[in-house]
């Protein structure tokens, strides 16, 4: 099971830090996503890192505010967004893939956890 948390309310330019941690003695993905919601919209890729290697893949709307980061000894990903924007506000969705698939399609992934729900103020 995963979990996603640390959403909240912020104002643009700001800051937050999500987690996503995993429940369970062993967690050995191959890869981790964010994946987030915004209002009215469908679901859209954020960023992934490979759990292996730490490769980091990022939408473009997001390189160079957000860093996908793992720790592999607390089962954790985290997803450091930073100068947020009015256009970041969503719901964000942690995901897992077990196996090797492209890493853009919330499709190919296997596991999700419960969102946490992101707002930013203008």
């Known amino acids: 099971q995963l979990q996603a948390s640390g959403g909240g309310l912020v104002q643009a330019g700001g800051s937050l830090r999500l987690s996503c941690a995993a429940s369970?003695?062993?967690?050995?993905?191959?890869?981790v996503g964010w994946f987030r919601r915004p209002p009215g919209k469908e679901r859209e890729f954020v960023a992934a890192?490979?759990?292996?290697?730490?490769?980091?893949y990022y939408a473009d709307s997001v390189k160079g505010r957000f860093t996908i980061s793992r720790d592999n000894a607390k089962n954790a990903v985290y997803l450091q967004m930073n100068t947020l924007k009015p256009e970041d506000t969503a719901v964000y969705y942690c995901?897992?893939?077990?196996?090797?698939?492209?890493?853009?399609?919330?499709?190919?992934?296997?596991?999700w956890g419960r969102g946490t729900l992101v707002t930013v103020s203008s």
């Open positions: 369970g003695r062993t967690f050995s993905p191959y890869r």
């Open positions: 890192i490979t759990w292996s290697n730490a490769n980091r």
């Open positions: 995901a897992s893939q077990m196996n090797w698939r492209p890493y853009e399609s919330s499709n190919d992934y296997d596991n």
